[in-house]
């Protein structure tokens, strides 16, 4: 049998209950077996400051092998004040530098999220399509994951309990292995 698909999940929450962190979670469960899903925390990535540009940070090394040894990668990020967390942002900035060793290019992704509120994160995830290209990601553009009104839709631990937004979920993983392996045969 072929070696499974590697998709990394970053949360873009530091949050221990966090909605996102739980659809990661869900994405987890329900991926094919043709595909394995890790999950990235950010609580190991200081500030980004360019002074330290080349310097060898524990938390940013792991983190970058991490993303190195992905197929892919799924982000699943919480609207803050109509754009990405700064954690999320910082994390990014860090995995594209130094100047020529941006790790992000040429990697294929996606881009999911959930909120309390109307929106499901289209704002957010909006801003982060727009950092992802200025990296190089190859982004799928659909199907959308926009986690609307989320708290009704997981349980007190975390877990994703809605089953339309969780077969959702499911295609929408499996949208992204067809997407890397569409890329990778250059079609
Ligand atoms: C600083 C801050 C700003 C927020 N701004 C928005 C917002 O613009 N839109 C929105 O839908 N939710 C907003 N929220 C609510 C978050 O969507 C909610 O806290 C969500 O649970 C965060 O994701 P998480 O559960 O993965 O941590 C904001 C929350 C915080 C803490």
């Known amino acids: 049998m072929s070696q499974p698909l590697v998709i990394l999940g970053i949360a873009g929450s530091l949050?221990?209950?966090?909605?996102?962190?739980?659809l990661l979670q869900a994405a987890q469960e329900l991926?094919?077996?043709s595909v394995r899903i890790e999950i990235a925390t950010l609580h190991d990535i200081p500030p980004y400051n360019a002074d330290d540009d080349?310097?060898?940070?524990?938390?940013?090394?792991?983190?970058?092998?991490?993303?190195?040894?992905a197929?892919?990668?799924?982000?699943?990020?919480?609207?803050?004040?109509?754009s990405i967390p700064g954690v999320l942002k910082n994390a990014i900035d860090h995995a594209s530098?130094?100047?020529?060793?941006?790790?992000?290019?040429?990697k294929p992704a996606a881009v999911m999220g959930a909120s309390p509120g109307q929106f499901g994160t289209a704002r957010s995830q909006y801003e982060l399509r727009k950092v992802l290209a200025a990296v190089g990601m190859l982004v799928m553009s659909a199907p959308e994951v926009l986690v609307t009104l989320a708290q009704g839709k997981f349980d007190d631990q975390g877990k994703l309990?809605?089953?339309?937004?969780r077969a959702h979920v499911?295609?929408?993983?499996?949208?992204?292995?067809?997407?890397?392996l569409r890329l990778r045969a250059g079609a």
């Open 97 to 106: 530098r130094p100047s020529g060793a941006n790790i992000w290019a040429g």
């Open 170 to 180: 499911g295609k929408a993983v499996q949208a992204l292995a067809d997407w890397t």
């Open 31 to 33: 991926a094919p077996a």
């Open 54 to 69: 080349g310097k060898s940070h524990a938390g940013v090394d792991a983190f970058k092998q991490r993303i190195l040894a």
């Open 71 to 82: 197929d892919a990668v799924l982000f699943a990020t919480p609207e803050y004040n109509h």
């Open 161 to 165: 309990t809605d089953e339309k937004t």
């Open 15 to 22: 949050r221990r209950q966090s909605l996102n962190l739980g």
